[in-house]
């Protein structure tokens, strides 16, 4: 294997998912939260994680407003 490549013939191109890619973060997330999402993935077969990211995009994708009320 060399050690370096020369790629400037290649005409290299951009990556069509760059706006798709995934940035990894620290989100503390409840125990009971996390069980729910961890049984939607056993019976759907989708990780438990992709499942949360899925439900955020959704959300985000409706412009979803959160309403609270505390009783």
Known sequence: MRDEYDISNLNPRK???AKKL???ITINID???IDYF???AESSGIPYQTLINLYLADCAEKRK????SWS
């Open 15 to 17: 990556n069509p998912y």
């Open 22 to 24: 995934k940035k990894q």
């Open 31 to 33: 125990s009971s939260t």
């Open 38 to 40: 961890k049984e939607q």
């Open 65 to 68: 407003e959160l309403k609270l």
